[in-house]
């Protein structure tokens, strides 16, 4: 089965609203990971 | 003469006319032309070498312009067009990031491109550029919604993702898949687990899961909704960063790791083949090469220095992708993944929007065939046959002879039957001649092979 567009506008829309706000808290997530990370080079 | 592709864009479309390529606009991209062109995205991206450069052109030049032309411009001539399917890995991927690095500096600047498929992506002297103008929009409402997203996901994301997580000739799938890779071919090829991957899962499998529910809703969706500039520059990077974290994982085919082999075996053998072909090359004149089963370019970069261009071709992928590798910063080589016993046809509408490989590969006038015809002889083809892809060069052929007791042709030819029937080194020679000049015939050390240096008997 082909999957056809959901209406172009709106259906876009949500989609890369929520895509984005998963990347954002993907970002985020890294940056936390990133500062620890720096935390533990700079006290060795 | 309109170019037979250029049909899917109303904005406009490529033509050419004395052996020059132009672009007609049509009055509906008037705002977006003028638009980028007063705010420099033009010659900033051409100066980034991002973008293929142009110079505008009098539409009082041309006769037969579609009524709705407003402006046509000129666009600088690419040697040869290649298709993602005939990409190497990093090849696909460069293409990939040059698509997200244009998207989100026009995102910046409140523009966007409208579409996102590798057509769009060429290779000039190896490195990726962008071309297609008319892609370029200016985004007009608070809405930055990328239109292309989707696009991108089945022409770029998951073609790549399956060469990485599932087989690296996955790119081929875009010759019968023309508008790319649907979302169920794609969750078929990969295992379960791989959807929640993070990249999987944000870009690819959320969208897909979103876009099944409301196909089987009736529900209304509330209208006035628009993505905001941030959400779709969050979203730009997180794809540029997932593309980048692509990868392929280090695996071992049998050709790739050739000449490595062979060195250790022979060493004299393959410094014996160079020394001779730089020899042979010294005093002739050379437009451009093809490389036949140029595995990661050993050969090919002998010519790279008195040739236009160099056509490494191979058809294992790991081979293209070393070579590419090996050979980013030529301007010469050009690693290409061919199966000549299957190569590239015409695709799309009429079989007419995609051309063939010979349509579009520059004739050479030299080609080199080296320890390929074993090979070609293997899938059936008569020698007959391989002359006929030979004859295509112009002046020049170099070819490898492999003997029937070779180690490399024992190991592919011991469990052929009695009616199978190999060429002798006569019949190959009588049947090189009927259309080829012997040049010089020469014995590979320590080796039984033959190098022949042939030229092209011009009929009249």
Do not use: G, P
């Given at each position: 089965m082909i999957s056809l567009y959901i209406d172009p506008g709106t259906g876009m829309i949500i989609i890369q609203l929520l895509v984005s706000a998963f990347a954002a808290v993907g970002i985020f997530y890294k940056r936390v990971i990133n500062f620890f990370k720096n935390l533990f080079k700079n006290n060795k | 003469m309109i170019e037979k592709s250029s049909f899917r864009d109303p904005s406009g479309y490529i033509f050419y006319e004395n052996e020059k390529v132009y672009r007609a606009i049509s009055k509906s991209f008037k705002l977006h032309f003028e638009k980028a062109k007063n705010d420099l995205i033009y010659d900033d991206l051409i100066k980034k070498k991002q973008l293929i450069p142009h110079k505008e052109q009098s539409v009082n030049l041309f006769d037969d312009l579609r009524t709705d032309i407003y402006k046509v411009i000129e666009h600088q001539k690419i040697n040869f067009i290649s298709y993602p399917y005939e990409w190497s890995f990093s090849q696909f991927k460069l293409a990939a990031s040059l698509t997200l690095e244009i998207q989100l500096y026009l995102l910046e600047r409140d523009y966007m491109l409208k579409d996102a498929t590798p057509y769009n992506i060429q290779f000039i002297e190896n490195s990726p550029i962008f071309i297609d103008t008319l892609s370029i929009e200016k985004i007009q409402t608070k809405d930055y919604t990328w239109k292309a997203f989707k696009q991108f996901s089945e022409m770029f994301l998951m073609p790549l993702i399956l060469m990485s997580?599932?087989?690296?000739?996955?790119?081929?799938?875009l010759e019968t898949n023309i508008n790319g890779i649907d979302h169920n071919l794609f969750f078929k090829t990969l295992p379960f687990i791989k959807r929640f991957y993070p990249g999987i899962f944000t870009n690819i499998y959320l969208p897909y899961l979103i876009q099944k529910k409301y196909n089987n809703s009736t529900k209304e969706i509330k209208s006035g909704r628009f993505l905001p500039k941030k959400n779709a520059v969050i979203l730009t990077k997180n794809l540029l960063s997932v593309v980048d974290s692509i990868r392929i994982k280090k695996a071992e085919t049998e050709w790739a790791e050739y000449y490595e082999e062979v060195e250790i075996e022979k060493p004299d053998y393959l410094k014996n083949k160079i020394k001779v072909l730089e020899n042979f090359i010294q005093n002739i004149k050379l437009d451009h090469v093809w490389d036949l089963g140029s595995n990661d370019g050993v050969f090919s970069s002998i010519f790279s220095h008195t040739s236009k261009g160099v056509f490494s071709i191979d058809i294992d992928p790991l081979a293209v992708e070393k070579n590419f590798l090996k050979n980013?910063?030529?301007?010469?080589i050009f690693p290409l993944r061919i199966d000549f016993t299957s190569p590239s046809s015409s695709i799309g509408w009429l079989n007419q929007e995609r051309k063939n490989i010979f349509e579009r590969l520059p004739k050479p006038n030299m080609i080199l065939a080296l320890a390929i015809i074993h090979h070609f002889i293997n899938s059936n083809i008569s020698i007959e046959r391989i002359f006929d892809l030979f004859k295509m060069t112009k002046k020049f052929l170099v070819v490898e002879y492999i003997p029937i007791d070779d180690p490399k042709a024992i190991a592919i030819f011991s469990s052929r039957g009695p009616e199978f029937k190999y060429p002798s080194i006569n019949e190959f020679e009588k049947l090189a001649e009927l259309d080829f000049k012997i040049l010089k015939k020469l014995k590979l050390e320590p080796t039984n092979r033959v190098l022949f240096f042939l030229e092209k008997i011009i009929k009249k």
């Open positions: - | 997580k599932f087989d690296l000739l996955s790119n081929r799938l980013k910063n030529s301007k010469k």
